[in-house]
């Protein structure tokens, strides 16, 4: 399937890089569609989507602190009262709203994809890309994790590896690009993408 093209005809991305790989020049124009960053939990969906926003000059909403703005209170919480499928139908409905929007740079929980719904949304509204990561560099990030709920077991890294298994195959299904998440910084895999979706313009234009 050919990658949708997401730059509205007037905008233009300018990605100058100093020798931290630092993006420079802001971009200007329009999003013809949102775009959703998909991945595991420590892939660097957040990190990489707020720097990624400010490269393109448009807003950052990452749906896990979107959801705790929103119910006021945090995601363990949601959790805690509502289990998962309570917060999953929360996310479902945000994910839904977001993918209305222009102009705007998203974080997906690492299980947003579990919904075929879901998939379905951000696959057709949004320009979805796949943050890959292994799990052993997921595993060097997450180790000492408190905050993510399904990590909290007995054996969080083979929870984590169950997780992988079962979405892995999710990603790759919804997803119009896959970026390797690797040991770069957060700006360059972000100028990395900014410089990818200039390409997919100039391919469009041609």
Request: net charge positive; with cysteine; proline share 5%.
């Amino acid at each position: 399937m050919r990658r949708p093209f997401c730059f509205a005809a007037e905008s233009r991305v300018i990605v100058n890089h100093d020798s931290t790989g630092r993006a420079e020049r802001p971009a200007s124009g329009r999003l013809e569609r949102p775009i959703f960053l998909v991945g595991m939990p420590g892939a660097g969906k957040s990190t990489v989507g707020r720097r990624l926003a400010r490269i393109l000059g448009c807003e950052f909403i990452d749906i896990d602190r979107e959801l705790e703005r929103r119910c006021g209170v945090p995601v363990q919480t949601i959790f805690d009262l509502e289990g998962e499928p309570g917060f999953r139908r929360r996310e479902s409905k945000l994910l839904a709203e977001l993918a209305a929007m222009r102009d705007v740079v998203v974080a997906t929980g690492g299980g947003a994809v579990l919904d075929p719904d879901n998939r379905r949304t951000m696959h057709e509204s949004a320009l979805v890309i796949y943050l890959d990561a292994s799990i052993g560099e997921l595993w060097h990030r997450l180790r000492n994790d408190k905050v993510r709920p399904l990590l909290q077991t007995a054996d969080p890294r083979a929870s984590l590896e169950r997780l992988m298994a079962a979405r892995v195959p999710l990603y790759q299904e919804v997803a119009h690009h896959r970026m390797r998440s690797s040991r770069h910084s957060a700006e360059r895999m972000a100028a990395d993408i900014a410089a990818w979706l200039e390409s997919d313009r100039d391919e469009h234009a041609s």
